[in-house]
Structure formats: C-alpha cells, structure tokens
C-alpha cells in the first residue's frame, strides 16, 4: 500500500510541476492543483506510523487512551484545512485568470502570443 501511495505521490508531483512549466495560465492553475494533491497526500501518509488501518478514529471504552491504539487526528485535520485552502485559491486564480485574458486577450503566461515572440528581434 506504501509503495503505491508513493508512486501516487511522485506522478502527482511530477504531473504538476510540468503543468507548472506551460505558458497557459490555465495548465499553470491545474498544476498548482495537482501539487496541492500531492503535498496533502503526503502530509496525510506521513501521520504517525504511516497509515493507520484496523485503528479506531473514536475513543472507545475497553481500550487504552493511548495513540498506540486509535489513529492519530492531526494529519486528517491539516488535509482537510488544506483542501478547504486549496478550493479557495483554486476559485481566485480562476477568477484571476478570467479578468487577465478579458484584460490582455490572452491566456499566456508572459502575456505575449508564441508568434509574437518569433517575430520579436
């Protein structure tokens, strides 16, 4: 299960920094989105001890109040903020980008058309 969280986590990354290289503001913006992915992946499998499985969310009477024996809540608590964060920003580049292209008409970057820059000496 490790091992496929990690490979998850690297195609993640990668996928979203090559995104992060596009001239496209749009390939830019889901790039930044598969990097938060990522980076709430990973923050998620590195709670304590990796992956909680047969571990209890709640405590239950029975059971020693320790975290030997119920899943650790933090890592669950900083995803869900992050998540909630990342929505956010997501809905403002968007917003962001739409008034851009209305401004310039074009969506690149640099602000320039890939002919314009040919043609430039």
């Given at each position: 299960m490790?091992?496929?969280l990690?490979i998850a986590?690297g195609?993640?990354?990668?996928?979203?920094?090559?995104?992060?290289?596009?001239?496209r503001?749009?390939?830019?913006?889901v790039g930044?989105?598969l990097?938060?992915y990522?980076?709430?992946?990973f923050?998620f499998?590195m709670?304590?001890?990796g992956?909680?499985?047969?571990?209890e969310?709640v405590l239950?009477?029975?059971?020693?109040?320790d975290?030997?024996h119920?899943?650790?809540?933090?890592?669950?608590?900083l995803?869900?903020?992050?998540?909630?964060i990342?929505f956010?920003m997501t809905?403002?580049?968007l917003?962001?980008?739409?008034a851009?292209?209305?401004?310039?008409g074009t969506?690149?970057?640099?602000?320039?058309?890939?002919?314009?820059?040919?043609?430039?000496?």
């Amino acid at each position: 299960m490790e091992t496929v969280l990690a490979i998850a986590i690297g195609v993640l990354t990668g996928s979203g920094v090559w995104l992060l290289l596009r001239p496209r503001t749009f390939q830019v913006i889901v790039g930044l989105s598969l990097l938060s992915y990522a980076v709430n992946l990973f923050i998620f499998s590195m709670g304590r001890r990796g992956l909680a499985i047969a571990k209890e969310p709640v405590l239950h009477s029975g059971l020693p109040q320790d975290l030997l024996h119920y899943a650790d809540p933090l890592p669950q608590a900083l995803v869900l903020t992050a998540i909630v964060i990342g929505f956010a920003m997501t809905a403002l580049f968007l917003v962001v980008l739409l008034a851009s292209r209305g401004m310039a008409g074009t969506d690149h970057v640099d602000g320039i058309k890939a002919r314009d820059a040919q043609e430039m000496p």
